[in-house]
């Protein structure tokens, strides 16, 4: 929850309360990317240390080059953080969502394949509409994907049924 509120608080401009979160945040449980993750997010809010959490961040990329989740949450933070930095600088906002890009290529390059939480992670909307991301989903052939449904009923019959528009389908499970 101090996560979620963290980020909630300095949207709103609430600089202490934002910060005072993120440090229980950081004193709880959870991993060392989640939190740098969090940092990087709630500098760029409040338009406070910005430069010192994107250091943090990458110094940790640096030091684990491999960790795929790393690279991801990274990907996540730097792609969440371009939409408060545009306002001011849409330049440096730009740069931040080309780094979000990269570092998701990193994140898949080294063992990341969740595309299906790729599709549907909030974290990845100020992206989402580049070219590039969209090069990068490709390659979750996320269109290949289909549904099987099993039956212990001797009379049932299995009807194979790809490629059908979601009305098509309707009516041929009718029949």
């Not at 300095?10 to 993750?37: I, P, V």
């Not at 990907?75 to 001011?88: D, E, T």
């Not at 194979?160 to 009516?171: E, I, M, N, R």
């Amino acid at each position: 929850a101090y996560l979620y509120r963290a980020i909630a608080h300095a949207r709103l401009g609430h600089k202490d309360k934002a910060l005072a979160d993120l440090e229980k945040f950081q004193k709880g449980d959870s991993t060392e990317s989640t939190q740098l993750y969090l940092a990087v997010i709630v500098a760029a809010e409040l338009g406070d240390g910005v430069d010192q959490a994107f250091e943090k961040l990458d110094a940790a990329l640096q030091k684990q080059p491999q960790d795929s989740g790393l690279h991801y949450d990274a990907a996540c933070a730097y792609a969440l953080a371009s939409q408060p930095l545009a306002k001011k600088d849409p330049a440096k906002g730009r740069d931040r969502a080309e780094r979000a890009i990269r570092l998701l290529q990193m994140a898949i390059q080294n063992g990341y394949t969740d595309y299906n939480h790729m599709r549907q992670d909030t974290d990845l909307d100020p992206i989402r509409d580049l070219p590039a991301f969209a090069e990068i989903m490709k390659a979750g052939h996320l269109d290949r994907q289909y549904a099987a449904v099993w039956s212990g009923k001797a009379g049932d019959e299995a009807i194979t049924s790809v490629g059908l528009d979601p009305a098509a389908h309707l009516l041929r499970c009718r029949e």
